[in-house]
């Protein structure tokens, strides 16, 4: 975790290519992976196309086949859409995991539509009440 904490961003696929194949401990290096993703994609939701496309491109790559790391990954791309761009899908956001709509209700910058939705069809009550708070606003204050 500190060597993908300290990577630089254009060395962290080839990082996490070496550490899902070379780790003995295959739940621990996933771990580690989905760490460093999360929190990454957590800090790049709300930027441009490019910059995602720029960050998640060679990621796709160095995941591999790892159902739940290419999940995961499909999520973030998700939040980001939601955040990013006025283009979601209904149908998408019914089918989202429960972890997929709490992350929505959680990140700023998701747009009103998308909570409208989750406070009506949210998965879960937790969703749906999460869903319909006022949005919170950055320390900042924006």
Do not use: Y
Request: cysteine-free; aromatic content about 4%.
């Amino acid at each position: 975790m500190r060597a993908l904490d300290a990577a630089p961003a254009a060395e962290a696929a080839p990082l996490i290519r070496r550490i899902l194949t070379e780790d003995p401990d295959r739940q621990m290096a996933r771990a580690a992976v989905v760490r460093h993703l999360d929190g990454r994609a957590a800090k790049l939701a709300g930027t441009d196309d490019q910059t995602w496309h720029t960050w998640t491109a060679p990621l796709t790559e160095a995941i591999g086949d790892d159902p739940f790391l290419t999940l995961r990954l499909q999520e973030w791309t998700l939040v980001h859409q939601a955040t990013a761009t006025p283009s979601w899908s209904p149908s998408t956001l019914s089918a989202a995991s429960d972890w997929l709509q709490r992350r929505l209700t959680e990140t700023p910058g998701v747009s009103a539509p998308v909570l409208a939705f989750l406070a009506e069809h949210g998965r879960t009550k937790r969703v749906r009440a999460a869903a319909r708070r006022p949005p919170r606003t950055e320390p900042d204050g924006s």
